[in-house]
């Protein structure tokens, strides 16, 4: 079980529909449409994926994150850093 | 014809990479696997679609903005607010 | 006591060094200085920032956040949420 | 003369402003201020450096990278890379 396995199929939905979006891209420069065009819809797709990975993060604080705080020690300590680094990815991708 | 024309195949490869990340990211989510290993592959997906973003960009300054510029006047104006509107979205995506 | 306090001394340093880095963004202006060569401090200016915000998040998820874990119900949800919030605050700046 | 000359005083009105803000970010770490409402300001001051950015590229593309453009050949390939190289560092700051 993981933090977000209650919303999984939202999670799946989301990631299906982002999928169709990077086919539509393709389409897009099958097809020459204009560049600007494309870019737009890349931001586009670039939101969905940012939301879809606060949504796990938010979930990972409230579960993963929470039962090691729980348990206190260097599992906490452990857990922190790794949700940090995680936080520190996402912020520089 | 647009500026990324000549590297179709290129960028076309490229979005079927990232179509198969984003197959990846839904296996990954049906399999319960980790959040945070969830969160890294999403980042890695995030910043090849921002490759992409900023091939397009350079491309598309070099052939449509230049080509506005090179006309000069009213085009000219046109074509590099909507390159620095594009440039902003890119930026807060 | 907050959870940066034991740090303070360090990231007020941060601080004053980023608040340098701006007044000379100012001289460089003043001095009619290559877009460029602006734009590329700006850009060390504010990944100097985000740093400071990744340092903060992290004692604050290690402090704030754990004894609102620890204290449990409602504490800890609107806890984990307020962090959630600031998390995306970050990655949408 | 550079493309942002003419708006020099503008632009150093809001590096003064960034500048009070980074000092109030020091002022609210002195007085151990609650972490979630420091990293709101520090999400505002990088805003407000990213806003700098954007208009100092939009000056640049608009003078420096259109008048290598309308002198063509190498000058203004050279001129169109550094522009998408500075791009590049404002996606990824």
Known sequence: MRGYTEDKDAYLKR?????????GLQRMVEND???IDVLTQIAAATKALQAVSLGLMDEHLRHCVAEAIAEGGETADAKVKEASDAIARLVRS
Chains 1, 2, 3, 4 share one sequence.
């Open 33 to 35: 449409e204009y560049c």
């Open 15 to 23: 990631l299906r529909r982002i999928e169709g979006q990077i086919r």
